[in-house]
């Protein structure tokens, strides 16, 4: 019940941060500098952050945010919160000032460790994707309505793989079992690409490199209602808010549950930066 009377005023919030964003992208509009890990923010990252900052404060001002764009409190005083909003005011800055049009504003609501209620708004296309646990995963564009399900991959047919548009794609075919034949379907930010898993447009999609909590947290609960699963490379459940880092491990983004998928996909043993 509490989920669903906060998921409309979430789905604004979303689409007025997406609003501000688009209106920044088509007039050129922003100043873009360097973060310390080398990735890039604009002005429209943190006019879209004061956006959605103001809109939860307004509704659940008793509920903490960790927002990839604002200081975050140490472990030590946000480890045993019940319950905060985790947000990604823009997932695909790179593609915001590469101008591929392939971001989106990400907002969940993580309860007891693990995400319980997600939208994405994706504001080229006007777009919102959003689950709340337990009650399904749906596709929205204007009115219209749809409830999103997993591809069922057929055995022995080509794997349609979600890969990043910046990233080189031999390593990814490196991860995949050598007599597995793959489509490889590109597209900027994390959000979408698990989206499009969600939707059953791709069978998997495969990350290596730096992501944080912020670029999973809304679409776990999206693709798990959605019939899938986000694993880390030992294909086990990613965390949420036990480190003092919110870097993510590398992790793949499964569709069809049932399949199996370490025959298909190699395990990897990664160095998870755990610091406490
Ligand atoms: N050098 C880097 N350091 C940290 N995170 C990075 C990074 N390069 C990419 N990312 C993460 O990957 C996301 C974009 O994914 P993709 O490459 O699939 O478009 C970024 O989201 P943001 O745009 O919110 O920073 C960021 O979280
Ligand atoms: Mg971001």
């Not at 000032?97 to 708004?121: C, H, M, N, Q, T």
């Not at 025959?263 to 930066?273: C, D, H, P, V, Y």
């Amino acid at each position: 019940m509490f989920l669903s009377k906060l998921l409309e005023p979430v789905k604004a919030a979303a689409r007025e941060a997406g609003a501000t964003l688009w209106q920044m992208y088509q007039s050129g509009d922003f100043q873009q500098q360097q973060k310390a890990d080398q990735s890039p923010v604009t002005t429209a990252d943190l006019a879209a952050n004061r956006i959605i900052l103001n809109c939860l404060s307004e509704l659940t001002p008793d509920i903490p945010v960790i927002s990839e764009e604002s200081y975050l409190v140490p472990l030590a005083q946000r480890q045993d919160w019940p319950r905060y909003w985790l947000i990604d005011p823009m997932d695909g800055t790179q593609e915001f000032v590469a101008r591929s049009g392939d971001f989106a504003v990400s907002i969940a609501l993580v309860e007891r460790g693990w995400p319980a209620l997600g939208v994405i708004y994706w504001p080229k296309e006007d777009v919102l994707y959003y689950a709340t646990r337990g009650h399904g995963a749906f596709k929205q564009q204007r009115n219209l309505i749809n409830r999103i399900k997993v591809n069922q991959h057929q055995a022995g047919t080509r794997l349609k793989i979600a890969i990043s548009r910046r990233q080189p794609l031999q390593p990814i075919i490196d991860l995949l079992q050598t007599e597995q034949a793959a489509d490889y379907i590109a597209l900027g930010s994390c959000s979408l690409k698990s989206c499009l898993v969600a939707e059953g447009k791709a069978d998997c999609y495969l990350r290596l490199g730096p992501t944080g909590e912020w670029d999973t947290g809304a679409v776990h609960v999206i693709v798990e209602e959605a019939g899938g699963k986000i694993l880390d490379s030992e294909f086990m459940p990613l965390s949420y808010n036990q480190r003092d880092t919110l870097a993510n491990p590398d992790f793949i983004v499964i569709g069809q549950t049932s399949l199996a998928w370490p025959e298909l996909i190699k395990a990897r043993r990664t160095e998870r930066q755990l610091t406490t």
